[in-house]
């Protein structure tokens, strides 16, 4: 038996492992519940067909935005032995669910839809209706928590910072940080040794569920225009632009021109520049840059005060973190500079 829910996640395993308890003479094992470990728990499915393991994915909200990230994560995360992804979710729809048949991802949610694909168990349960009142994120993933991991993620040592400064480095509200670490120890994403020193576990888990909740939390928060560039510019031109521009460091290069910079042998086709709104007009004057919601040039604002990279900088230029950089590249495009960013910039810090 699962124990008491203590988060939003919890709610939707319990939820979505009744909908699988409905198998006809299936019986069902947890053998592992552990939130914020590289998975979020495993069990065991047998019955007269024979045993299957299963390591549960929660994903809480699955959306179109996410939907690519999140398949790729499953696809090429550790898993434990002999045991095979069921992401589990509030509600998957009808959209998501043909998606992840086609990516060959089995899936289960809390209405009942239910998608087995393993020989002898075929199992599909489809067009159950949305269930009433869905959870709100954990309070760790909304706007403030993500705020608070991106300090984590980018320096581990931050974990045992005073809350002052975590709040003023993060931009959020002093008196936040002491929920939002309760939260992470209900995870097991953080644990407190003989000497009183605070330490953060199980930081790929973490990571994951931070470059989700950023994308479709937070970004959306901190978007300030989406532009083109004026006929006869390139995004390849724009650091010479802004080595040009009084106010050029000020700007914080990201996406795949700031992969393209960290990186090289990359050709960027679209950039994110983090600037501070008072300075939104007169950057776009000054790169020609024109209004379109698809454009491939996307102005957004800082958050806190650690949004730029520490490390190496092109003269004249500031790139912003890695981290941000890492989170905005998804889809098949860019798996690659993604992963030679993890494995260059974001591994040595997680200690993975």
């Known amino acids: 038996m699962l124990r008491k829910p203590l988060l939003k996640d919890e709610q939707i395993i319990h939820d979505s492992i009744k909908s699988i308890r409905t198998i006809p003479q299936a019986k069902i094992e947890v053998m592992l519940q552990k939130i914020g470990g590289p998975f979020a728990g495993t069990f065991r499915l047998s019955g007269p067909w024979g045993d299957r393991h299963y ?36 509600y998957i729809s009808p959209q998501m669910a043909a998606l992840l048949k086609q990516k060959g991802i089995e899936y289960a949610d809390c209405a009942g839809n239910l998608y087995l694909n393993q020989m002898p168990l075929y199992i599909e349960i489809g067009g159950q209706k949305h269930p009433p009142k869905p959870p709100g994120a954990d309070r760790l993933f909304r706007p403030a928590g993500l705020k608070l991991i991106y300090l984590l993620l980018r320096n581990r040592q931050a974990i045992n910072a005073t809350y002052r400064a975590l709040a003023d480095d993060a931009g959020i509200a002093l008196g936040a940080i002491g929920d939002l670490f309760s939260e992470l120890e209900k995870r097991s994403n953080l644990t407190t040794d003989a000497q009183g020193k605070r330490q953060l576990r199980a930081t ?9 909740g950023y994308l479709e939390t937070l970004r959306p928060k901190l978007l300030l225009q989406r532009c083109q560039l004026a006929p006869g510019y390139s995004v390849e031109q724009i650091p010479q632009l802004l080595q040009q521009l009084a106010n050029g460091k000020q700007i914080l290069i990201g996406g795949e021109l700031g992969a393209a910079l960290l990186t090289s042998k990359f050709q960027p086709q679209s950039a994110i520049l983090y600037l501070h709104p008072e300075l939104q007009l007169k950057t776009m004057l000054q790169l020609h840059l024109i209004p379109d919601p698809d454009g491939e040039i996307t102005l957004m604002q800082p958050f806190g005060q650690q949004c730029g990279w520490s490390g190496w900088q092109p003269d004249g230029l500031t790139l912003a973190d890695p981290l941000l950089t890492f989170a905005e590249l998804y889809g098949s495009t860019t798996d690659q500079v993604a992963d030679k960013l993890y494995r260059q910039y974001l591994t040595p810090r997680l200690g993975s």
Do not use: C, F, G
């Open 204 to 212: 790929e888990e973490l990571l994951q569920r931070w470059q989700l």
């Open 55 to 90: 390591y549960i994915k929660v994903i809480p909200k699955l959306t179109p935005t996410l939907a690519d990230l999140v398949v790729h994560q499953i696809k090429t995360s550790p898993a434990p032995q002999n045991a095979s992804p069921l992401l589990i979710s509030h």
